[in-house]
Nanobody, 126 residues
Framework: QVQLVESGGGAGQAGGSLRLSCRAS????????MGWFGQAQGKEREGVSN????????YYRDSLNGRFTISQNNAGTTVDLQMNSLKPEDTAMYYC???????????????????WGQGTQVTVSS
């Protein structure tokens, strides 16, 4: 059974930092590509960043302008999202996702992940 558990959300200040973590458990190639998505209230879920766990290559949404960094542990079972220079518009529920797509799709910002976590709320105040 595949399970994704997010942690690390909470309240932050504009200009500050938060770090989200996603722990993945289960068997199979389900975590070949892992990603983080944000969903602000009343808006659609939006891709933030993906990582191809086989070699660590990454994808980021253009509008982030380098503020966020995705990383993984050596085993590829935990994926973190370091969020720096926070802005109030970063306020959203953040979801971890995992899927078996290969690098081409993963690094093009593929959003069709098979597995999703429950989400962790990030609230940034000005």
């Amino acid at each position: 059974q595949v399970q994704l558990v997010e942690s690390g959300g909470g309240a932050g200040q504009a200009g500050g930092s938060l770090r989200l973590s996603c722990r993945a458990s289960g068997y199979g190639p389900f975590r070949r590509c892992m990603g983080w998505f944000g969903q602000a209230q009343g808006k659609e879920r939006e891709g933030v960043s993906n990582i191809y766990t086989g070699d660590g290559r990454t994808y980021y949404r253009d509008s982030l302008n380098g503020r966020f960094t995705i990383s993984q542990n050596n085993a590829g079972t935990t994926v973190d999202l370091q969020m720096n220079s926070l802005k109030p518009e970063d306020t959203a529920m953040y979801y971890c996702a995992a899927g078996s797509m290969y690098g081409g799709d993963c690094l093009n910002g593929e959003k069709r992940f098979a597995y999703w976590g429950q989400g962790t709320q990030v609230t940034v105040s000005s």
